[in-house]
Nanobody, 126 residues
């Protein structure tokens, strides 16, 4: 499975960005797709995830209410709509692809996920 993320850039505080990630290759159905981010000098942290049917979404507390994750299975794409951005959201954002689990806390750890995109830089600055 190959993942290609796009949509990053420079945005002012309070602004919005929409990230996209396209999956290709031998994708398997009933997967979960998600987003992580990594700021300089910090560990990669969970941002959001969405199940295959889009019936369940999960968010980090730091982005709850500001970010929205969605997917289009016909296109094998996942999206991250980011609103009310702050400088603390500055990071490289990575999309991820993996298997579903009832142990929701597994989604919050990078080691659970099977595949990763190359990352797209998001910089929030005035």
């Amino acid at each position: 499975v190959q993942l290609q993320a796009s949509g990053g850039g420079l945005v002012q505080p309070g602004g919005s960005l929409r990230l996209s990630c396209a999956a290709s290759g031998r994708t398997y159905s009933n997967n979960v797709m998600g987003w992580f981010r990594q700021a300089p000098g910090r560990e990669r942290e969970f941002v959001a995830a969405v199940t295959w049917s889009s019936s369940r979404t999960y968010y980090a507390d730091s982005v709850q209410g500001r970010f929205s994750v969605s997917r289009d299975n016909a296109k094998n794409e996942v999206y991250l709509q980011m609103n009310s951005l702050t400088p603390e959201d500055t990071a490289v954002y990575y999309c991820s692809f993996g298997r579903p689990t009832e142990k929701i806390h597994f989604y919050f750890t990078p080691t659970w996920w099977d595949y990763w995109g190359q990352g797209t830089q998001v910089t929030v600055s005035s």
